[in-house]
């Protein structure tokens, strides 16, 4: 069973400091991970994939097939990024993903 | 851009009405379009995947018959909320996977907000 835990609901920082969303899953396959990001009053879209090992907005996150982990990061942080944040794991491209929780990032002035 | 649109956005109905949410991809083919269901400050709940020309695969736990998915074209899939109760108001989103493209993402709706009296 696909299962993806995003342990923190909340998460506050002070603008210019790093922040760090968390995301473990749990898969028995080899997985496709993604963080999607809704600002406010705006619809779900991607942020970035594992597979194109990018950073976007400053934004990177590594895979870690041995914690089983997706974490987020980003060593400053900004206003704008305030936003909630979602985690998901997908079997195959295209195909359907299981989301976390999601973790709602405000960055404060 | 890949663009997702949903209609109608909001929806008022009384207990025991049908509703029908349209899911349109708007400038690209979409095999594969998904519908999710989300609580408040909950995470999205995939409630079925639509495939084009097929019936749609449904998420265990939900009921095919009240949730009635229809994928008849490849811009187009529907979710029909058949006598809808209180139970059912919630926050309705579609995505879609482009049929041209293997990479993964997801493009989604604004989702349809349904409340049912």
């Known amino acids: 069973a696909q299962r993806v835990t995003q342990p923190e609901k909340l998460l506050s920082v002070f603008k210019g400091a790093p922040v760090e969303l968390k995301c473990n899953y749990s898969y028995s396959g080899s997985p496709e991970l993604f963080w999607y990001v809704q600002y406010s009053r705006q619809r779900l879209q991607l942020l970035l994939r594992?597979?194109s090992r990018e950073s976007i907005k400053g934004f990177t996150a590594d895979l870690n097939k041995g914690e089983t982990s997706f974490h987020l990061k980003k060593p400053f942080a900004q206003e704008e990024d305030s936003a909630m944040y979602y985690c998901a794991l997908g079997a195959t491209s295209g195909s359907r993903l299981t989301f976390g929780e999601g973790t709602q990032l405000t960055v404060n002035p | 851009g890949a663009v997702v649109s949903q209609h109608p956005s909001r929806v008022i109905c009384k207990s025991g009405t049908s509703v029908k949410i349209e899911c349109r991809s708007l400038?690209?083919?979409?095999?594969?379009m998904f519908w999710y269901r989300q609580f408040p400050k909950k995470s999205l709940m995939l409630m079925a995947t639509s495939n084009e020309g097929s019936k749609a695969t449904y998420e265990q736990g939900v009921e095919k018959d009240k949730f009635l998915i229809n994928h008849a074209s490849l811009t187009l899939s529907t979710l029909t909320v058949t006598s809808a109760h209180p139970e059912d108001s919630s926050f309705y989103i579609c995505s879609a996977s482009r049929a041209d493209a293997n990479t993964g993402e997801l493009f989604f709706g604004e989702g349809s907000r349904l409340t049912v009296l």
């Open positions: 400038d690209f083919q979409a095999t594969t």
């Open positions: 594992h597979i």
